[in-house]
């Protein structure tokens, strides 16, 4: 994930550059990444140590969490939708996963039921939004509640331990361990970058995705079964969420109730900052890879400058209104 | 004669270079009704348009009201002079109540600013009740009414606005028999109060039975002025389609295959019992008035309506249209009327616009093969001569006939049997038009259906080998090319 290589050739893939229209559009497309690499500059001028491998590789770990979820965001927000409900299935598909390792369960069985859970769980917000034809706002802020509201039933409104059963150990590693000096959920996160890459820019799927976002009529009428699509980026979504609830519970050995409180937010502002269009069909997954990093380095660089908790929020919510308003200003012309 | 009211002088509209008015001159009187009749595309809204501030006129046309020259260059302004217009599509806004409708933006207040509810209510009283409509409750919201007392609602709002001349753009389309019968009778109280109404209808026997003076617009001309007794049915019509049709339709003669499209007994949302028989290799025109039906019939032979009875068959096999991908399967391309927000994402390239309906042969396994959809993108942009920097170009950068060569591309890349047309040519300029009628030519040798919609009379009697005529969702009369004329035509057109 150092090497943003695929990303780059992402970013090429929707903004060829072969005439001035495609040239001004992929400047754009890397204006993101433009705007990381001065924070993070300003960022080493203010900390000596911010710029060293291990706070490097602190960043990539706090950030993938976060990615992960923003990937799945980003399918959802291509096709004009938002997923408000990601903290919530994160918080619940963590209960379960813990759970399920107490319980003794095989690890491939633990993983695959959790994802599965979180596929279903996001599938059903889909369902809601294209058969019930509800806001995707309302239909995941339904689901965002009514989840989080499961979780505290589920769990007795106490941690769940993950720390005891026959799989608990390598369970563990997913959450806290390296491979080969990387920490393992920054290695998962490249992954499904790279796997969410493919579907997006070079499967047909993923041109299902863009069309319903730019025009669901246009798309419908091109013989696109929108709904379908629809309910698959939701279940891509919760896939997503339940991934990082995952990582999140194995790294901490146990599941949390109130996880991933406000997670949303955060994956919902490395979406856009990374400039992709809330009204859909124009955004990159690179580009959220690159709008996660932005806000895992600043929430980096408030803690190394000792910023207290209070005043990071509002300099996050600075930092994210000006990205979206120099992204806005670029696309005033049209 | 009685006072005119609002005359028109040599009023000319240019959009681009296409010159959609010719110096028009008209009155409308009081206590007079003027049917403005005329084709689609005649130009009917347009001079309404002007009349009502929305467009301004070329220079050298000359409104006058009441005699004194009047620069409308706002709807305000027309509001003010005492012009108001009632349009085709109602302007209120439902949640509201009759009398905040009436009076939106324009509420009687009480001293320090609060609305004068007993006033605003009395008020409206009294205008529904010059329109004999003291049945409607001023407090109901608009939407629990129908839509005949939906227009009592907006001829009243232009009586509140102080109108004198009112126009009324197709008011009985979406009406019953009974509320047109409403309507005509408000009309008669309007006349009697010495308002000029100025009546836009395509509906010949309401023009007969109800106005007194018609005008008749051609292309954007003025052919005819005149008191409707002096006319008779037969003479109105030929005004109204009485031109030549010159060789620029260039009708290729083909000996049609076998039957390739069979419709049976149709019957979806704004068509009822139609059915046909079209065959491979022959271009079959759709003829008929706004609202008769056709987009609809298209819609419903591709899927994108769904049948509520009838049987459609494509090479003998019946098929179940429940969905636009059912019709993509079938081998049905449906290009639609509405290219702007039905036929292609604005904001995307050309390429993956063109690349839509025909993806799944493009992507064998789910993975889209670059290299041959570069390609075969490539050689629909030269056949289509679709002018464009590079097929990264985005939709919206291109000209109205150049986005239309686009989503022809777009439905023929699917490779199919059948083609439905929906207004090919609308708002393409006529240099594009030639190409797409080359384009219809060359489908028609290749072997496909072709279904045309169109209310381009002459295009249809240029390129169809056969035209059926639709009237209020059915099928009024059949022609074979050498027996259509544009007369026979209209006279099942309004049947």
């Known amino acids: 994930m150092s090497t943003p290589g695929p990303g780059r050739d992402a970013a090429a893939m929707t903004a060829k550059p072969t005439s001035a229209g495609n040239l001004l559009r992929a400047f754009a497309a890397q204006k993101s990444l433009i705007g990381l690499l001065i924070l993070m500059a300003v960022v080493t001028m203010l900390s000596p140590h911010f710029l060293t491998t291990d706070n490097l590789l602190i960043v990539l770990r706090q950030t993938s969490i976060n990615a992960i979820i923003a990937f799945g965001m980003t399918f959802v927000i291509l096709t004009a939708g938002i997923d408000l409900s990601v903290g919530s299935v994160l918080a619940l598909t963590g209960a379960v996963c813990a759970t399920l390792i107490g319980a003794n369960f095989s690890l491939p069985i633990v993983l695959i039921a959790t994802l599965l859970f979180g596929a279903a769980l996001g599938a059903v917000s889909g369902l809601i939004v294209s058969i019930g034809r509800v806001q995707p706002f309302i239909a995941t802020l339904v689901a965002m509640t009514a989840l989080r509201g499961a979780t505290l039933v589920f769990s007795g409104g106490r941690p769940i331990d993950a720390g005891e059963g026959v799989a608990a150990d390598v369970f563990w590693y997913i959450g806290g361990g390296y491979l080969f000096g990387i920490p393992v959920p920054v290695i998962l996160a490249g992954v499904v970058f790279l796997i969410c890459w493919f579907a997006l820019s070079q499967m047909r799927f993923g041109r299902y995705v863009y069309a319903v976002g730019g025009s669901e009529q246009v798309a419908r009428l091109a013989g696109i079964n929108a709904g379908r699509v629809k309910v698959a980026v939701y279940a891509i979504s919760g896939l997503m969420a339940a991934l990082a609830g995952i990582v999140l519970t194995a790294r901490l050995q146990s599941a949390q109730p109130t996880a991933g409180t406000s997670y949303e937010l955060d994956a919902i502002a490395a979406v856009v900052v990374g400039g992709t269009s809330l009204m859909g069909g124009r955004g990159t997954l690179f580009g959220t890879l690159i709008g996660a990093l932005i806000i895992g380095v600043l929430n980096n660089a408030l803690n190394l400058l000792d910023v207290s908790s209070y005043y990071q929020m509002i300099a996050k919510g600075a930092v994210i209104l000006l990205a979206v308003l120099v992204d806005s200003r670029s696309k005033a012309p049209n | ?495």
């Open chain 2, 1 to 495: 004669m009685s006072k005119t009211l609002l005359e028109l002088r040599n009023i000319s509209k240019t959009f681009g270079d296409v010159r959609v008015l010719d110096s028009v001159s008209l009155r409308a009187r009081a206590g007079r009704v003027l049917a403005l009749v005329g084709e689609n595309g005649a130009g009917k809204s347009t001079l309404m348009k002007i009349v009502t501030g929305i467009h301004q006129p070329d220079p050298g046309g000359e409104i006058l009201f009441k005699g004194t020259p009047v620069a409308v260059v706002n709807p305000r302004q027309a509001i003010d002079l005492g012009i108001g217009i009632i349009h085709q599509e109602l302007n209120l806004l439902p949640g509201l109540s009759v009398a905040e409708n009436i009076f939106l933006g324009r509420e009687p207040r009480r001293p320090f600013g609060p609305i004068d509810w007993r006033q605003m209510r009395s008020d409206t009283a009294e205008f529904l009740a010059s329109l004999r409509q003291d049945h409607i409750d001023p407090r109901q919201p608009v939407e629990r009414l129908g839509v005949g007392a939906q227009q009592m609602v907006e001829i009243a709002r232009t009586l509140s606005q102080r109108a004198e001349v009112i126009i009324m753009d197709e008011p009985t389309d979406a009406l019953t028999d009974v509320e047109t019968a409403i309507l005509f009778e408000a009309i008669r109280h309007l006349k009697a109060e010495g308002k000029a109404i100025i009546y836009i209808s395509h509906r010949l026997g309401e023009i007969f039975a109800e106005c007194d003076d018609v005008a008749v617009l051609r292309d954007g001309h003025l052919v005819h002025e005149g008191q409707v007794a002096d006319l008779t049915e037969g003479q109105l019509i030929h005004h109204m389609v009485g031109r030549d049709i010159t060789d620029q339709y260039p009708y290729v003669a083909q000996v049609p295959g076998p039957v390739l499209l069979e419709v049976k007994n149709l019957t979806a949302q704004g068509i009822s019992g139609i059915s046909f028989a079209a065959h491979a290799g022959e271009v079959v025109g759709f003829a008929g008035l706004m609202g008769a039906g056709r987009t609809e019939l298209g819609r419903a032979i591709y899927g994108a309506n769904r049948a509520v009875s009838g049987q459609i068959l494509i090479d003998g096999r019946s098929r179940q249209m429940r969905h636009p991908s059912d019709g993509v399967r079938a081998g049905i391309a449906y290009v639609t009327e509405d290219r702007k927000s039905d036929g292609l994402i604005q904001p995307h390239a050309i390429r993956t616009n063109m690349a839509l309906s025909a993806l799944p042969a493009l992507s064998p396994g789910g993975m889209v093969r670059r290299g041959g959809e570069r390609s075969v993108v490539a050689e629909y942009m030269r056949r289509f001569a679709v002018k464009a920097p590079d097929m990264e170009t985005e939709v919206s950068n291109l000209s109205g006939g150049n986005q239309q060569k686009v989503s022809l591309a777009k439905s023929l890349l699917a490779e199919p049997k059948v083609v439905i047309l929906d207004e090919p040519t609308r708002g393409v300029d006529v240099g594009a038009r030639r190409e797409i009628y080359t384009l219809i030519n060359e489908m028609k040798s290749r072997g496909l259906c072709v279904l045309l919609m169109s209310s381009d009379m002459p295009e249809l009697l240029g390129l169809s080998d056969r035209i059926l005529v639709l009237s209020q969702g059915r099928l009024t009369g059949t022609f074979a090319r050498g027996e259509a004329s544009q007369h026979a035509i209209m006279e099942r057109a309004v049947a």
